[in-house]
T-cell receptor, first 119, second 108 residues
Framework: DTGVSQNPRHKITKRGQNVTFRCDPISEHNRLYWYRQTLGQGPEFLTYFQNEAQLEKSRLLSDRFSAERPKGSFSTLEIQRTEQGDSAMYLC?????????????????FGAGSRLTVL | RKEVEQDPGPFNVPEGATVAFNCTYS??????FFWYRQDCRKEPKLLMSVYSSGNEDGRFTAQLNRASQYISLLIRDSKLSDSATYLC?????????FGAGTILRVKS
């Protein structure tokens, strides 16, 4: 297992099209996160899964965004009817279970990201 | 107001210098804090956790002041390879909340 894998790495699409990103986390990690990052900003939280359950979703996420993790392993993030404002780097991260400052739950391992450009 | 705020910089320092970054957070319920490092066009990676009593990892020292709600990172004897964006991060519930980052450029 070489880490968190995301694909595609780059996606250019026209406004109004649908796009889907895939994330394969580290196999023993039960927690999976999606973040979005634009130039000059830090990663912005989108949604969180523990196993197959989606436990939290950002209020900033419109109804055009949906994420799934059907078997508690890989996850997909779909954006419907893309807008130019959706252009960003979409980062997936995973972490192991646990509580406490020193636990693996606080160590997010990020993938290299999927860069979306909406024309 | 953003939950985690940082001075974006850039901080331009010569090799060997000591540099300090501060970060403030607004959510007093935040339980844990971290510094992540992000190299240009790369993903963020954990640099160190921040303990209430302060902690050190080699040339890096992190401190947390809960009363004033700020976190600091001190880098001693800066190296060229320290050039990166440093992200201040707080944990609130299930998620980590990232600041916008502080850019450090170390020059020879």
């Amino acid at each position: 297992d070489t880490g968190v894998s995301q694909n595609p790495r780059h996606k250019i699409t026209k406004r109004g099209q649908n796009v889907t990103f895939r994330c394969d986390p580290i196999s023993e990690h039960n927690r999976l996160y999606w973040y979005r990052q634009t130039l000059g900003q830090g990663p912005e939280f989108l949604t969180y899964f523990q196993n197959e359950a989606q436990l939290e979703k950002s209020r900033l996420l419109s109804d055009r965004f949906s994420a799934e993790r059907p078997k508690g392993s890989f996850s997909t993030l779909e954006i419907q009817r893309t807008e130019q404002g959706d252009s960003a780097m979409y980062l997936c991260a995973s972490s192991s279970p646990g509580e406490g400052l020193s636990s693996g739950a606080n160590v997010l391992t990020f993938g290299a990201g999927s860069r979306l450009t909406v024309l | 107001r953003k939950e985690v705020e940082q001075d974006p910089g850039p901080f331009n320092v010569p090799e060997g210098a000591t540099v300090a970054f501060n970060c403030t957070y607004s959510n007093s319920a935040s339980q844990s804090f971290f510094w992540y490092r992000q190299d240009c066009r790369k993903e963020p990676k954990l640099l160190m956790s921040v303990y209430s009593s302060g902690n050190e990892d080699g040339r890096f020292t992190a401190q947390l002041n809960r009363a004033s709600q700020y976190i600091s990172l001190l880098i001693r004897d800066s190296k060229l390879s320290d050039s990166a964006t440093y992200l201040c991060v707080g944990r609130g519930g299930n998620k980590l909340v990232f600041g916008a980052g502080t850019i450090l450029r170390v020059k020879s």
